[in-house]
């Protein structure tokens, strides 16, 4: 069946400007979560819903970030102000339960210029 | 969650199985072993998990010594697209503690 899906796959964007990223889960999971990878760094959790809630926003590095989810199932996460150091690989994850195994979409590579 | 360690780097021939270690010496009763990898430019995919037993499925096995401070991923055939990070992750698989926590992996990089 069809996987995580994230959309765009690629972004450059200017400094300063404000960049949304999308991520469609698997249908029917009702987990969702929010990592970054750096160049050459591991992955960091950024935030997790269970539904539309957020019960972990732990790893949103500032209140730049934020991150909604609507109906149970698409995930947006909206960076404002984007800066240098927001370049990186953003992945989403779900899983049909927060207990159960967590399955990774493709990634957006945002680069901020 | 406990900690993992893993090698940094190993290679394995073609067609060998390739066989990965991972130590979590940490580990407390109800934390499960998992292990992804990644392959350049793509994201994690899921590979196997376990809790106590051993574990078959079409991709690899995992064999989880009978403390559970160690674990190995065994790839029976490898084959070029095996090339990839691999990381060993324990996870308690409750509610609370949902994140995934990536430490470094092991690169393993299978000769032609």
């Known amino acids: 069946g069809a996987g995580v899906s994230q959309s765009p796959s690629n972004k450059v964007t200017e400094k300063g400007k404000d960049v949304e990223l999308r991520c469609d889960p698997i249908?029917?999971?009702?987990?969702l979560y929010w990592y970054r990878q750096s160049l050459g760094q591991g992955l960091e959790f950024l935030i997790y819903?269970?539904?539309?809630?957020?019960?972990?926003k732990s790893g949103l590095p500032s209140d730049r970030f934020s991150a909604e989810r609507t109906g149970g199932s698409v995930s947006t996460l909206t960076i404002q102000r984007t800066q240098q150091e927001d370049s990186a690989v953003y992945l989403c994850a779900s899983s049909l339960t927060a207990k159960d195994t967590q399955y990774f979409g493709p990634g957006t590579r945002l680069t901020v210029l | 969650d406990a900690k993992t360690t893993q090698p940094p780097s190993m290679d394995c021939a073609e067609g060998r199985a390739a066989n990965l270690p991972c130590n979590h010496s940490t580990i407390s009763g109800n934390e499960y072993v998992y292990w992804y990898r990644q392959i350049h430019s793509q994201g994690p995919q899921y590979i196997i998990h376990?809790?106590?037993n051993n574990e078959t499925n079409e991709m690899a096995s995992l064999i989880i010594t009978e403390d559970r401070k160690s674990s190995t991923l065994i790839l029976p055939h490898a084959t070029l697209r095996d090339t990839a990070v691999y990381y060993c992750?324990?996870?308690?698989?409750?509610?609370?503690?949902?994140?995934?926590?990536f430490g470094t992996g092991t690169r393993l990089t299978i000769i032609p």
């Open positions: 249908s029917g999971h009702t987990a």
């Open positions: 376990g809790l106590k």
């Open positions: 819903f269970q539904g539309n809630s957020a019960p972990d």
């Open positions: 992750i324990v996870r308690i698989s409750n509610f609370g503690n949902e994140k995934l926590t």
